[in-house]
């Protein structure tokens, strides 16, 4: 029979499963904002902007309880560890709302350019790429899933030549017809949001590795 959680163990389990809630809701921003870029859609945009403010509430409510649970009980090692991801992790997840923010942005710029020159293709791949990588190094964030956030990196590089294909493509367009320039620079955007969004994914499973190895930089070899 399992012993009973103190106090203690409870406030952390509560703020990793906030953590998770709060991850879910970035990664549906996410998907959001890239149906708002497809289909020009400015009223869906704009619900993400309005709803990228419950994030940041989120942020600073689960901060000030770890900041709390820090001053209060001083923990030390592993603990103090723990601790330290839960503050990293949920200033990333609120760093990947601002992106998908951006985008959102960004589609209301396109709403009224016109019928898109060429369809998007490598953009929804990397979006898709992204939102796996954010949901997979949250479940491994969750489940103390050390094999599962190593396998993270792996699909950043996918994302980075996703990107540096596109933007090559992009930049392309741009010198055979003037007219495709404010559009495909604005794809070129939200392809650098994407990448960055890849980025932060990366940054949460180092900190799921960090909390339970104390390696701080697991994919720096």
Not at 164 to 190: G, P, R, T, W
Not at 193 to 212: K, S
């Amino acid at each position: 029979m399992e012993r009973p959680l103190n106090t203690y163990e409870k406030a952390i389990l509560n703020l990793q499963k906030d953590i998770c809630s709060m991850g879910s809701e970035v990664s549906k921003l996410l998907k959001l904002a890239l149906e708002a870029l497809l289909e020009q859609d400015k009223d869906k945009a704009n619900q993400i902007i309005q709803l990228e403010n419950e994030i940041d509430d989120q942020d600073y409510e689960i901060e000030m309880r770890a900041l709390e649970l820090i001053s209060l009980q001083q923990p030390l090692d592993e603990d103090l560890r723990v601790l330290a991801a839960v503050m990293r992790i949920t200033k990333d997840l609120e760093r990947i709302g601002d992106l998908a923010v951006n985008v959102a942005k960004t589609a209301i710029k396109l709403a009224d350019s016109g019928a898109y020159f060429k369809p998007l293709i490598d953009i929804p791949k990397m979006a898709e790429l992204t939102r796996e990588m954010l949901e997979e190094s949250l479940d491994s964030y969750l489940h103390n899933n050390i094999e599962l956030a190593l396998t993270i990196n792996k699909k950043d590089d996918q994302v980075d030549r996703l990107f540096h294909k596109l933007y090559q493509e992009l930049i392309d367009y741009m010198k055979a017809n003037a007219n495709y320039v404010e559009q495909a620079s604005c794809f070129i955007l939200v392809a650098r949001y994407l990448e960055r969004i890849g980025d932060h994914a990366v940054n949460i499973a180092e900190m799921t590795i960090y909390q339970l190895s104390g390696e701080r930089r697991p994919f720096k070899k």
